[in-house]
């Protein structure tokens, strides 16, 4: 009796892999509007970019007439820049900014979001680094007059 059951369950289980399995509906892929992906063209070209082409690119768009393109240009630029000025720039250009895509408009709140954390972060630097060197001066004029309090020594 087990050699039959053990055969009927080989024979079904052979069957089985045969069966085809019903079609699953592809998950649906939203495309993305194409100004978002331009945007994010810009973004990766702009990482790439080496600082003096950065410099040179900065210099171009300097005199020219501000569309949201160039805006967003200018602003990915100004992203890479180390000074809290230019961050800054940055961010207002972003701000003048009007995209009806909400895709778009999130990726451009998030770079504002990003621009103020790092504007944010680079005054705490600033701040703590003048802290320090007042306390470093406190230390100092502590040691000073340690030292004049001190009672001589007689040899």
Do not use: H, W, Y
Not at 51 to 77: I, K, T, Y
Not at 82 to 110: F, H, T, W, Y
């Amino acid at each position: 009796m087990k050699l039959n059951s053990g055969l009927l369950a080989g024979l079904l289980l052979t069957l089985s892999a045969c069966t085809l399995l019903p079609e699953m509906p592809s998950p649906r892929v939203r495309q993305a509007d194409p100004v978002t992906f331009s945007l994010l063209n810009e973004l990766a070209r702009v990482s790439a970019l080496s600082g003096e082409q950065r410099r040179r690119e900065l210099a171009d768009l300097d005199g020219v007439r501000m569309n949201d393109s160039r805006r967003f240009q200018l602003a990915a630029l100004l992203e890479r820049e180390d000074s809290v000025e230019a961050l800054e720039r940055s961010l207002k250009m972003l701000a003048a900014m009007n995209e009806d895509d909400a895709r778009s408009q999130s990726l451009i709140d998030l770079m504002k979001k990003s621009l103020k954390a790092r504007i944010e972060n680079k005054q705490i630097i600033t701040r703590n680094a003048e802290l320090q060197d007042k306390l470093d001066q406190i230390k100092a004029l502590e040691k000073s007059l340690q030292q004049r309090n001190a009672p001589l020594k007689t040899p």
